[in-house]
């Protein structure tokens, strides 16, 4: 059995307890080609599992075809190795903290292109000058918004496309985006929604200043009309909603791999030769939320029917505050950094663990808690009770702290220096009563030492700042704690990692000297850990 349309009326499939798309593929995916009215930027896996879902569930609940265009902007490895093999279908497999799992296909993609190739070049460019077309959609992560190097300076790939015809192919996403956003314009500037799903605060906003700032260089140089920027900003034509999604999409499981096999699945192993797996299927969590800005100027389809939550930005940005800054992506990061130190590999398995389970409970209920701001269509302590009692023990998702820990240096200012901003502006709450925020800061400088907590040498996870980092712990010694002194100052004093320069605040000293403690001998972590915080 393999996974394709010709699959799709195979009684294997049927026999094999997978729920298969209740519309003609074949007919909407034609119907979607003639008159396209969703594309998408990286159609990774929270996009193959979760909004490529939302989509086929609302046809098959008789809306208008909604089908999507999912267009790779890099290597069409991804495209070639993960779509294009399996006639651009998916297998999602739901786990449930009970151990039992749904499986479906899920068939709403039109079409698969590759923007770096010259044929899926020219037809990307077709359907943004399309009047149909609603929705530009993107899950890029938050690095593929970025048009800067840590300098300051343009990406040299930037630098490249703001010399060429903005209609050629580009190198930079952003300029990709800004360059096919000129085509649209020139053809009438038919209006359009540019709708980012990415995990990262004001996701809207920062698209939109990328977008600008790309389109503006254009102009100096005179490559591009001035009256594109006046389209650009003007909502009634083109509008950047901002957004909040939350669900939790671990790499391929070889496990499931290994299920799928004795289900009969022919085609579901993991390619390994990339740096992250792929894999024909998507594994992922039960729980999911995505709440979004609705300002659509060319219309969108009806997705409230299918559980997404359509509102003003005022509760986007509570939703987001709630969720990001204390009530999931804090909690994640502290199992992380501390899961990857004390020799874990599965987020569910620390959560048996009476330090990080009491480290985790008392920064979302004690510190989180106090400045969290209730964003009314979900209550703050069931989505933390969910996140606590079911998403994070989930057995069967198979998450891990090593994914988790990447990039740490870019979420922390997000994750905990809003928490701290918020503590500094509230009369009634001391920064001093803080335990477990400057537990996880030191726990995070621990990390960066490469070592384990049981002295053996521990591999890293990416991280844009860690060559700049690590050397600060070059002559930093596990057994011999006066190395600590004076190392942390470079690193505590920059707001851009953790929000505010922590030497303005009681914080830095009680980092510090949890560092120094943390660095006293084999087993120092798990010693704080279970003294401070075990429940």
Known sequence: MRLGVESLSSHEMMNAGITLPQFDVSHIREAAIKTPRWMHFGPGNIFRVYIARLAQELMEAGEPQCAISALVPLSPLELDRQLAPFDLLTLGVTLHADGHSDMNVIASLSEGLAYQR?????????????????????????????????????????????????????????????????????????????????????????????????????????????????????????????????????????????????????????????????AGFVNTEPAEYLVIEDRFPNGRPALEKVGVYFTDRETCDRFEHMKVTTCLNPLHTALAVT????????????MKDPGLLGLVHRLGWDEGMPVVVDPGIISPADFLREVEEERFPNAFLGDTPQRI?????????????????????????????????????????????????????????????????????????????????????????????????????????????????????AGAVRSILDKEFAQ
Request: glycine residues 6%; negative net charge.
């Open 339 to 350: 899961g990857v130190l004390l020799g874990y590999t599965r987020i569910d398995e620390e």
């Open 118 to 278: 010259a044929k899926d070049f020219e037809r990307a460019a077709t359907i943004i000058t399309e009047p149909s077309l609603q929705i530009l959609s993107f899950t890029i992560t938050e690095k593929g918004y970025q048009l800067t190097g840590f300098d300051g300076q343009y990406q040299p790939a930037l630098l490249k496309d703001l010399e060429r015809n903005p209609e050629e192919p580009m190198e930079n996403t952003m300029a990709m985006v800004t360059g096919l956003l000129v085509r649209r314009f020139r053809c009438g500037g038919s209006p359009l929604a540019l709708l980012s799903c990415d995990n990262f605060s004001h996701n809207g906003d920062k698209l939109r200043d990328s977008v600008t700032t790309v389109a503006k260089e254009w102009i100096k140089r005179g490559l591009v009309e001035k009256e594109f920027l006046d389209w650009l900003n003007n909502p009634a034509c083109v509008s950047f909603p901002i957004s909040v999604i939350d669900k939790i999409t671990p790499r391929p499981s070889e496990d499931i791999a290994r299920t799928l096999a004795q289900l009969g699945f022919e085609d579901m192993e993991l390619d390994t030769t990339t740096r992250t797996p792929l």
């Open 405 to 521: 820990a990447s990039d740490t240096s870019q979420k922390l200012p997000i994750r905990f220096g809003e928490t701290i901003k918020a503590y500094l502006a509230h009369e009634e709450l001391d920064l001093k009563n803080l335990t477990a925020i400057p537990f996880v800061f030191a726990a995070w400088c621990r990390y960066l030492m490469g070592v384990a907590d049981d002295g053996s040498p521990m591999e890293l996870s990416p991280d844009p700042l860690l060559e700049e980092l690590m050397p600060f712990f070059a002559d930093v010694r596990l057994g011999q704690p006066e190395t600590s002194v004076g190392v942390l100052r470079p690193i505590l004093s920059r707001p851009e990692i953790f929000g505010v320069d922590l030497y303005t605040t009681p914080l830095a000293a009680q980092v510090e000297e949890l560092f120094t403690h943390m660095i006293a001998g």
